[in-house]
């Protein structure tokens, strides 16, 4: 039989250090965690590993040996083919299978009756199998658990439902061997923990491959003409068409679906050569079409795809020689993986090229490419008791086998997340599935999960049993409607509030092609092709993403480099600076800039931290709720990268904001937590918090609506939990993680230390500056008041519908 | 508290979401979807037990407030089947010294037999001194309509890009739609038009809201 080592020979490859690294330790049976670029070989530093040992044995037992997690659906369908072809090779009987959403029923099942020795999955597929009452069985022979692109995981709830999983199945298979592939992060000790868990025996493999990444800003010719605002970039379209008619093919980034279904109409519109050699790819696109794309990219059939993060991942595309990014990628880590698109063999160097949307983007670019030169992506900040992750994880074994309370309880408190669960609100949990509360009540009639005899925890009812199987999974999206042609035929998902908002004969938008909406029918949108040129785009929720703190420490450095100064992107620049400084001033590191002006919005105060759309969330609310105790105002804020903006009808004065010190670091702790309180921060965070722990019931995926009365929106709950019981714990979970995160670790803290070693700088302006524009043209706001709703709506008045509507 | 005169009668819209007839004596209410929370707590979802209490609260400071003679519920007076919230009902009725009408609603599925059983008199709609009640919102070209069924809100403007949405008493020329008496209901957006009158709700006040302004 052929080792591995002659497989790679007769592939022509060679093993690199870190893959011969990996088959070692693995063969030592050691648990680890490889730190590897997309596209160096990672797959093959595993799987080589988990092949070595299983040649050993001639006759495999029936049953899954290894389990490979892997965060997107569309890099499965890679890893299943790769480890499959070199299987197959090696030892003809053992097959792998894949099992994601996208996976029809009758493979389903079939993977049941018939168990192959190696499943690639994803984490919500994952815990579907788990659901099930045999799964001790079906997993008896499954020696290692391999989790790719890990850094994608780390940081999430899908994490957190990772970290579950591990250590609830080690605790059938203490042997369990687990593995983790990741880019390389600042704190690797940290990623490494975190997945997995409290064990000796691990080794950590670096790969050291540095990929040449060059980046290209596109320019435009006359910086006169360059828009302050925007995200869509269209302006600089001819560039763009010309980059793709000079390569092979190209790939184009886009940050939203929306700005995908734009592009891909534009360049259409541009050059009607296209047809037939351009497509689109995003999440919500039906999965066959999807498919059909990915295909027609490997069989070089493509000219140019226009995608959005759907094709972010580890996906080998080698006929791709050029990427464009559509607007700020929002951290150096995205970048590298999308600049890695293209040229994507061991080895090769990779072009992107950045298209600023706006003015700012082009300090962003500069940034970007300082980052790249460090070759670091940002580390991800870890959830804590994610009450809600582990209550539809206890679900997920409550419809299946059930679970005993006391065998589970210390096998969560050795995971990452729940390492600091007590006791008391463990049985609050339990309490909570239970009984529905804490007390019982007279009258109640509260069912969901039985205690039975020998003190298992189970659910009994058939019909809370089916609800919670379909919808099971932590990436939350608001109730989804299939797109279907009258005559048949899938177009893809969108969004329920999108639909809500057309009536039949309005034309909108999808996946390319303009619809006409025929009607509703049982979560379906019935449409036909219209010839209309007028159409609506649909949005899509949740596009909204933060700088890194690492990028925000590139650019405040990008700002202030004299070497930047030479470069295309700063020289283009110039007539953007030259404004900005007539009316304000660029802040040097050691000055903290606020602008004030009046609009006929009204007062505008904007401060500029340059420290990420996060911290300046948490920020903006902050300051909004120390200048509200001075006197009763209500601000509306928008933020993003660069700063944060405070709106209000009237002003507040210059002179009380400094004289009373309302950036000090002092009570920094409890005012932001007062200003959640205040603000309405948290109530979007509770959105996600309701679907996962199962509060909010989305409907039956493709079947008409069974639940009937029993649909309520995460709001109602979230004000209901506000006003009745405030002790919740998933209402204390929203506020614990707007918190945790507007803090980030402490950065906030630091933030806030930094500025009180600067110089603070109030700038009253005749008109807005170039730097404040984003800001206040920006419509995604929060809010805070410190006035009662009653004087509020005495100022208040309503818009009429328009004539003719 | 806002007091209006439709077709020389008098009618007091009260923060609580009910509607004063003061010639009638008649108290009306719409939407009170009682048992809601106890069919989601039935069905494995932990909806607050104390929202469903707030039915009990809100009315009897409605009886101390007015000589309430009749109640009038527009409608949705349950959110689905007969659930324990029934026997807490039940009992509340009989101590009550008031008449009780329901009109029908689509939430209504509980048998019109049993209500009457416990004293309700269930009709599809009432026609009263020239108006018209009902649960769906309706055009009588003789009537004044009253109804429910929309759970109406509209969506203020104000300066400083503020906005914000509120429960209303949604009012057009011949019709007033009341917001939902129950908790844990929720909002439905309207959009007035030239000749609507809104009076925004905010549970302590009644406040009647300029139009336009563009």
Redesign the interface.
């Known amino acids: 039989m052929t080792t591995v080592r002659q497989w790679f020979k007769a592939q022509g490859w060679t093993p690199q250090a870190f893959q011969k690294d990996c088959w070692k330790a693995y063969g030592e049976g050691k648990n680890g965690m490889l730190h590897a670029p997309t596209g160096s070989g990672k797959t093959f530093a595993l799987w080589g590993g988990i092949l070595q040992e299983a040649l050993k044995i001639k006759k495999h037992p029936v049953g899954i040996q290894a389990l490979w997690i892997t965060p997107l659906r569309a890099l499965a369908v890679e890893i299943q083919q790769a480890t499959q072809r070199m299987t197959s090779e090696l030892h003809p009987d053992l097959n792998i299978a894949m099992r994601t959403g996208d996976t029809s029923q009758s493979e389903r099942a079939k993977q049941k009756r018939k168990p192959s020795f190696g499943l690639v999955t994803t984490p919500e597929s994952l815990h579907v199998l788990l659901s099930t009452k045999d799964h001790p069985k079906s997993f008896q022979h499954l020696k290692v658990i391999v989790v790719d692109e890990w850094h994608e995981l780390l940081g999430t709830k899908r994490g957190v439902q990772v970290e579950l999983t591990i250590a609830y199945l080690r605790s059938f298979f203490p042997e369990l061997k687990v593995w983790g592939i990741s880019a390389t992060l600042g704190d690797k000790d940290l990623a490494r923990e975190i997945l997995l868990g409290p064990i000796e025996n691990y080794v950590t493999v670096n790969a050291q491959i540095k990929k040449k990444i060059k980046v290209k800003s596109i320019l435009p010719k006359n910086m006169e003409s360059f828009p302050w605002r925007g995200h869509l970039g269209i302006h600089l379209l001819p560039q763009v068409l010309k980059l793709v008619q000079k390569n092979k093919t190209t790939l184009i980034f886009t940050n939203t679906r929306a700005q995908c279904e734009i592009w891909f109409h534009r360049l259409l519109e541009a050059d009607s050569n296209l047809a037939g050699s351009i497509a689109m790819h995003h999440g919500s696109i039906d999965k066959k079409i999807r498919l059909w794309v990915e295909d027609a990219l490997r069989q070089e059939q493509l000219k140019v795809v226009v995608c959005t993060s759907s094709l972010d991942l580890g996906v080998d595309f080698s006929p791709v020689e050029n990427c464009v990014q559509i607007g700020s990628p929002k951290g150096v880590g995205r970048f590298i993986q999308r600049a890695g698109r293209s040229g994507h063999r061991p080895k090769a160097g990779s072009t992107i090229h950045f298209l600023p949307t706006h003015a700012m983007e082009l300090i962003e670019s500069v940034a970007l490419q300082r980052g790249i030169e460090q070759q670091q992506i940002e580390d991800r900040i870890p959830f804590l008791n994610s009450y809600d992750v582990l209550l539809q994880f206890l679900m997920t074994l409550a419809v299946g086998k059930g679970f005993q309370p006391k065998e589970l309880f210390p096998i969560l408190q050795n995971t990452f997340c729940f390492q600091t669960l007590d006791e008391e609100r463990w049985q609050w949990l339990l309490n909570?599935l239970v009984k529905?509360?804490q007390s019982l009540?007279h009258?109640?009639?509260?069912?969901?999960?039985n205690v039975l005899e020998d003190g298992t925890l189970k659910v009994l009812?058939k019909?809370?049993a089916m609800?919670h199987r379909l919808s099971m999974g932590t990436i939350v999206s608001d109730a989804n409607l299939k797109i279907r042609y009258q005559k048949g035929g899938y177009l893809g998902t969108v969004e329920e509030w999108f639909v809500a908002k057309l009536k039949p004969g309005d034309v909108f938008t999808f996946s390319g092609r303009n619809l006409e909406l025929i009607r509703m029918h049982n979560m379906e949108v019935i449409v036909r092709k219209s010839k209309s040129k007028k159409s609506r785009i649909p949005a899509w929720m949740g596009g909204r993403m933060s700088f890194s703190a690492h990028l925000s420490d590139l650019l405040k450095q990008a700002l202030c480099e004299e070497r930047n100064l030479e470069t295309p992107e700063f020289k283009a620049l110039a007539p953007v600076f030259y404004q900005q400084q007539r009316e304000s001033i660029i802040p040097q590191p050691n000055q903290f800039l606020i602008e004030r002006f009046q609009t006929r919005?009204?007062?505008h105060t904007v401060f500029y931290p340059f420290e990420g759309y996060a911290i300046h969330e948490a920020m903006a609310s902050l300051m909004a709720y120390r200048v509200s105790l001075l006197s009763p105002i209500?601000?509306?804020m928008s933020f993003n990268d660069y700063g944060f903006e405070l709106?209000?009808?009237q002003p507040f004065a210059k002179d009380d904001f400094l004289d009373n010190n309302l950036l000090t670091l002092d009570h920094l702790h409890e005012d932001l937590e007062k200003s959640i309180n205040v603000s309405e921060m948290a109530r979007r965070r509770f959105r996600d918090i309701a679907v996962i722990s199962?509060?909010v019931?989305q409907g039956f995926p493709n079947k008409p609506i069974k639940a009937k009365?029993?649909q309520?929106?995460s709001?109602?709950?979230y004000d209901?939990?506000k006003?009745?019981?405030p002790d919740?714990l998933l209402y204390q979970q929203a506020l614990e993680e707007t918190f945790d995160h507007g803090m980030e670790n402490g950065r906030m803290t630091q933030v806030f230390e930094n500025i009180a070693g600067q110089e603070i700088i109030w700038r009253d302006c005749s008109q807005p500056t170039p730097f404040s524009f984003p800001l206040i043209t920006d419509r995604i706001?929060s809010?805070l008041s410190s006035e009662s709703?009653?004087d509020?709506?005495?100022?208040?008045?309503?818009?009429?519908?328009k004539?003719g509507e | 508290m806002k007091r209006i005169k439709i077709k020389e009668n008098h009618f007091v819209l009260h923060p609580s979401g009910a509607v004063f007839w003061e010639e009638q004596k008649t108290l009306l209410l719409a939407d009170v979807h009682l048992g809601k929370v106890a069919h989601f707590r039935k069905n494995g979802i932990a909806v607050p037990r104390k929202a469903e209490g707030a039915f009990y609260q809100k009315i009897t400071a409605l009886l101390a407030e007015f000589p309430i003679a009749r109640f009038l519920f527009l409608g949705d007076l349950f959110h689905s089947f007969q659930n324990n919230e029934w026997l807490l009902f039940t009992a509340w009725v009989k101590q009550q010294k008031a008449s009780m009408v329901l009109v029908e609603g689509n939430h209504d599925v509980i048998p019109a037999a049993q209500f009457e059983e416990i004293g309700l008199q269930v009709v599809d709609q009432l026609m009263e001194e020239g108006f018209y009640f009902s649960h769906f919102p309706t055009k009588k070209e003789t009537h004044f309509v009253f109804c429910g069924h929309v759970h109406p809100g509209v969506k203020l403007k104000g300066s400083g890009l503020q906005q914000m949405k509120m429960p209303c008493f949604f009012q057009s020329p011949q019709q007033m739609i009341l917001p939902a008496f129950g908790a844990f209901t929720g909002l439905h957006i309207l959009t007035p038009k030239e000749g609507d009158q809104v009076y925004v709700n905010t549970g302590k006040e009644v406040t009647e809201i300029r139009e336009n302004k563009i």
């Open positions: 909570f529905g509360s009540e009258y109640d009639e509260y069912k969901k999960v009812n019909g809370i609800r919005e009204g007062y209500t601000f509306s709106l209000s009808d199962g509060l019931f009365h029993l309520s929106g709001q109602l709950f209901v939990f006003d009745y019981e919740n706001r809010k709703v009653e509020r709506i005495k100022k208040m008045y309503l818009q009429l519908e004539a």
